[in-house]
C-alpha cells in the first residue's frame, strides 16, 4: 500500500510539473534522481514517463546513498563529464522519507 502511494504522488507531482512548465517527459533528457537501487530508480523513471536510459547511475555504485546531495553530485557529474549539453532539459525529482515531493527543471546554459 505505502508503494502504491509514493507512486501515486510521483506521479502527481511529474504531471503537475509538465502541465505547469508546458513540458512533456520526451523534452528531457536526463530525469536526475536519488542515488538508490536501481530497480527503485527504473520505478521512478516509469512513473514520471521518462525512459529508465536517461536516468545517469554511474554515481549509484561511485557515492551510494548520499541523501539530499544525491541531485547536485549528479548535475555536476553532468556538467563536468559534458554529458548534459547546453540547451538541453534535466528533470531533478527528490522524494524524502516517502512524504516529502519536489521537482525542479533545469536547462543548461
Known amino acids: ?10 506521479e502527481q507531482l511529474c504531471t503537475d510539473t509538465y502541465t ?8 528531457f533528457g536526463h ?3 536519488a542515488n538508490l537501487g536501481l530497480p527503485v530508480l527504473r520505478n521512478y523513471a516509469a512513473v514520471a514517463g521518462i525512459p ?18 544525491d541531485q547536485l553530485i549528479t548535475l555536476a557529474t553532468l556538467a563536468e ?19 516529502l515531493f519536489s521537482s525542479t527543471v533545469l536547462r543548461r546554459l
Open 81 to 99: 563529464s559534458e554529458e548534459i549539453t547546453a540547451g538541453e532539459r534535466a528533470l531533478v525529482l527528490g522524494v524524502g522519507a516517502n512524504h
Open 20 to 27: 505547469r512548465t508546458g513540458l512533456r517527459p520526451e523534452d
Open 52 to 69: 529508465f536510459t536517461r536516468v545517469p547511475t554511474g554515481n549509484v555504485a561511485r557515492f551510494g546513498h548520499c541523501f539530499a546531495y
Open 1 to 10: 500500500m505505502l508503494v502504491g502511494l509514493v507512486a501515486a504522488r510521483l
Open 31 to 33: 530525469l536526475v534522481l
